[in-house]
């Protein structure tokens, strides 16, 4: 199943980071929102740590709702979805792979919107960068695991109702998705002050971390159980 | 080679809703074996192709695919599943490595890709994107896809649509050498390409499939 997701993976990330696909447009979304909420702080005015978290996430969220809907439009021009569910292997390999993309091109955007929140949000990154940056991965964990499954949703949901065309599909995982991710946002916002708050010490987060935690565990267990049916496309 | 049948198809009916679209197709098909389909549009053929690809769930009735572990299902409809940004021989690449190909020692992989292209012609656009390729190189491409495959059943639906003559002489050597490899191939179409060598059925609307005896079958 690894190697089938992985060699999946690969193609996809060929395909949308290699040769100017969904990337750029996730990207420029991303960076758009971080400019825009930067124009509401007055001059030399600083956005407090909580809300430039919480302006780093909605960019994140925005940016995973176009890379997964892109990752799974990309099996739906001229069959390819028949084709990878004859394939010898367990459905969820397709899972799996389209998780790993959007793991690695969520993590590609969030380099540009990090240090686009100090920039543009005026934060310093005072708090401790490692304990940050592995509680944003963490969370990324959360976010892929969970994308996966609902663009998937998203893309069949959208199939079925024969419109399929993005509008459709980032409705649909849009109205799916931020109920759900609503907790892993909530932890991934108080968290994301061990970044930017001064002397912010992760010691202060373990109710978060482990509602990061327990996040990922659920989309990743629901994502294993159900993505054989979710994507199943047998009438 | 193998007497029990690949597959076997035991009263098989589907319906969308209250609507019919075959019922009571009773079919074998053994290994090597060439079964051309033909009927009238709507009469359910790539609907059948479908279920037997497992594609389709049936409504009701039998289906037993007897393959061995690990074997392929090939299935060629009026889709090429190919990936138009990729290079042709990045669209084999990709497909034989996700379908757990094992390039035979003799050949490498890269061997066995650039033999798939030559087979089909089309060595010549190996760097070209897929994209690019006009219809019927296009479905040459996914033939060449498909064989890399090396698939215990083959399933084509209408593969001779958009090729012009050549295309479609070649097509019909690569089946007729699949099938001597031991592939059991269902093709559905309308013309009389394939005939020769092959057991012919047609699919009657609403009805099973009639088999032509091989002296009855008109020239």
């Given amino acids: ?235 | 080679m193998d007497a029990l049948p690949l597959l076997r198809l035991g009263h098989v009916a589907k319906f969308y809703g209250s609507r019919p679209i075959f019922r009571n197709v009773t079919l074998e098909l053994k290994a090597g074996e060439i079964l051309h389909l033909s009927g009238p549009n709507g009469s359910g053929k790539s609907t059948l192709l479908r279920v037997i690809a497992g594609l389709s769930r049936p409504s009701a009735g039998e289906l037993e695919l007897r393959l061995k572990s690990g074997a392929r299902i090939g299935y060629l409809a009026h889709q090429t599943a190919l990936y138009p940004q990729l290079t042709a021989k990045e669209n084999l690449l990709f497909w034989s490595r996700f379908y757990k190909v094992q390039p035979s020692a003799k050949k490498g992989l890269e061997e066995s890709l650039n033999d798939a292209l030559r087979r089909v012609g089309l060595e010549k656009l190996a760097q070209a994107t897929s994209g690019t390729l006009s219809r019927g190189q296009a479905q040459r491409l996914s033939l060449a896809r498909l064989l890399l495959l090396e698939p215990a059943l083959l399933l084509l639906d209408e593969p001779d649509s958009g090729l012009d003559e050549k295309a479609r002489e070649l097509m019909e050597r690569e089946i007729a050498a699949a099938a001597e490899r031991g592939a059991g191939v269902i093709r559905v179409g309308h013309g009389r390409e394939g005939v020769a060598k092959a057991r012919r059925a047609e699919l009657r609307p609403g009805q099973g499939l009639y088999f032509y005896e091989p002296a009855a079958a008109p020239c």
């Avoid at chain 1, 709702?65 to 390999?93: K, N």
């Fill in chain 1, 1 to 235: 199943m690894l190697k089938g997701a992985l060699i999946l993976c690969r193609k996809d990330l060929a395909l949308l980071a290699g040769r100017g696909g969904g990337l750029v447009q996730a990207l420029l979304l991303g960076l758009l929102l971080i400019f825009i909420f930067s124009l509401t702080r007055g001059p030399g005015e600083a956005v407090s740590p909580q809300a430039a978290a919480a302006i780093f996430w909605i960019s994140s969220l925005f940016c995973q709702v176009l890379l997964f809907t892109a990752l799974y439009a990309l099996e739906e021009s001229d069959g390819q979805r028949q084709a990878l569910l004859l394939a010898p292997l367990p459905g969820q390999s397709v899972w799996l792979g389209k998780a790993l993309a959007g793991l690695t091109l969520l993590g590609l955007a969030q380099l540009v919107f990090l240090p686009a929140s100090v920039i543009f949000l005026g934060q310093g990154m005072s708090g401790s960068i490692p304990g940050g940056l592995a509680l944003i991965l963490l969370t990324d964990l959360g976010l892929a695991a969970l994308g996966s499954m609902l663009g998937a949703l998203a893309q069949g949901g959208a199939n079925q109702a024969g419109r399929n065309g993005p509008a459709a599909r980032e409705s649909l995982f849009s109205i799916l998705a931020f109920p759900l991710l609503l907790p892993l946002l909530l932890a991934g916002i108080r968290t994301g002050a061990a970044l930017f708050a001064p002397a912010a010490g992760l010691e202060d987060y373990g109710d978060w971390v482990r509602l990061i935690l327990a996040c990922d565990a659920v989309f990743s267990g629901a994502g294993l159980l159900l993505f054989g049916f979710i994507y199943d496309s047998r009438e």
